[in-house]
C-alpha cells in the first residue's frame, strides 16, 4: 500500500496498477464515495434539468465502472424514490468483479461484465439492453479510451436509437469533459446539464448530462440529409460548364 499512498497526488495510473496488489483497497477508500456522490448529484440535476419522471429508468449501465462508484451514486438516488434498479458494470480490469458481491448484498441486482475496451463495452452494451428507457455513466473513464471516441459516440448512438437514455459524463476538470463529449450534431438542439459535483467538495469532478431520444434522433437524421444536400450543390456548382 506504501507505493500507492499517494495516489489522487499524482498522474493518471496504467491498467497493470489498477491490477497489482492493494491497489483496489487504496483506490475504493479514496475515491468511491467521491465518485458516487458526483454521479448521485449530477443525475439529481439532470433530472430537473431534463424534467425526467423520478421513475424515469431502472437500468444503469457503467462504463470503465472500476468499482461502480457512480453506478452506485445513480442508484441511491433510484432507491430514494421506491425504484430498485438493475446494474450492469463494464470494466477492462477483472479485479473489480468481486465488488458485484457487495451490491448483491445490499439487495441490489448487479453483474460484471469483462471489456477490453470501449468498443467491447458497447458490443456487449448492445446485447444486453433492453427498450426501456436507459441511463449510461461513463465516469473518469472517456480519457484513458480517447482514441477514436468520435466513432465510438456514433456507434453508442446508434445502439440507442430505440431507447430514451439518460447520459451522464464525469470526468476530472470542465476543459476534458468538453473535449470527451459527442459531436453536437449527436445532440441536437438540447444543451448538456453541466457543473461541478459534489458541489461541496474541493476535489469533485466536472459532471455533463444529456438525453437522446427519438427527438435528437429525427435532428441528426435532418442535420445528415441537409448536410448531403448541400455537398451535392457544392459539387454541382463545381462541375465545369458543357
Known amino acids: 500500500e506504501m507505493k500507492y499512498s499517494q495516489y489522487g497526488k499524482k498522474g493518471d495510473w496504467s491498467l497493470s496498477d489498477y491490477r497489482s496488489p492493494g491497489f483496489a483497497h487504496i483506490y475504493t477508500f479514496k475515491k468511491f464515495a467521491l465518485r458516487a456522490g458526483a454521479a448521485f448529484e449530477l443525475f439529481e440535476s439532470a433530472k430537473k434539468e431534463f424534467k425526467l419522471p423520478s421513475d424515469f429508468a431502472a437500468e444503469i449501465f457503467d462504463f470503465g465502472a472500476g468499482p461502480?462508484?457512480?453506478?452506485?451514486?445513480?442508484?441511491?438516488?433510484?432507491?430514494?424514490?421506491?425504484?430498485?434498479?438493475?446494474?450492469?458494470?463494464?470494466?477492462?480490469?477483472?479485479?473489480?468483479?468481486?465488488?458485484?458481491?457487495?451490491?448483491?448484498?445490499?439487495?441490489l441486482e448487479a453483474q460484471f461484465e469483462l471489456s477490453k475496451d470501449l468498443q467491447s463495452m458497447v458490443n456487449a452494451f448492445k446485447v444486453r439492453k433492453s427498450d426501456a428507457p436507459l441511463i449510461l455513466v461513463l465516469s473518469h473513464v472517456l480519457k484513458s479510451?480517447?482514441?477514436?471516441?468520435?466513432?465510438?459516440?456514433?456507434?453508442?448512438?446508434?445502439?440507442?436509437?430505440?431507447?430514451?437514455?439518460?447520459?451522464l459524463v464525469l470526468e476530472s476538470t470542465e476543459s476534458e469533459v468538453s473535449k470527451l463529449m459527442p459531436d453536437p450534431r449527436l445532440l441536437g438542439d438540447q444543451k448538456p446539464r453541466t457543473g461541478k459535483f459534489p458541489r461541496d467538495s474541493s476535489s469533485g469532478s466536472f459532471g455533463a448530462a444529456f438525453v437522446w431520444n427519438a427527438k435528437t434522433q429525427m435532428q441528426l437524421m435532418h442535420s445528415t440529409a441537409t448536410g448531403n444536400q448541400s455537398r451535392n450543390l457544392d459539387r454541382m456548382q463545381s462541375m465545369p460548364a458543357v
Open 145 to 167: 479510451f480517447s482514441e477514436n471516441l468520435q466513432d465510438w459516440w456514433k456507434t453508442m448512438h446508434e445502439a440507442c436509437k430505440k431507447n430514451t437514455v439518460l447520459v
Open 68 to 107: 461502480g462508484c457512480a453506478a452506485a451514486g445513480v442508484a441511491k438516488s433510484l432507491r430514494e424514490n421506491d425504484i430498485e434498479p438493475k446494474m450492469t458494470l463494464f470494466d477492462p480490469c477483472q479485479q473489480w468483479e468481486p465488488c458485484i458481491s457487495a451490491f448483491q448484498d445490499v439487495g
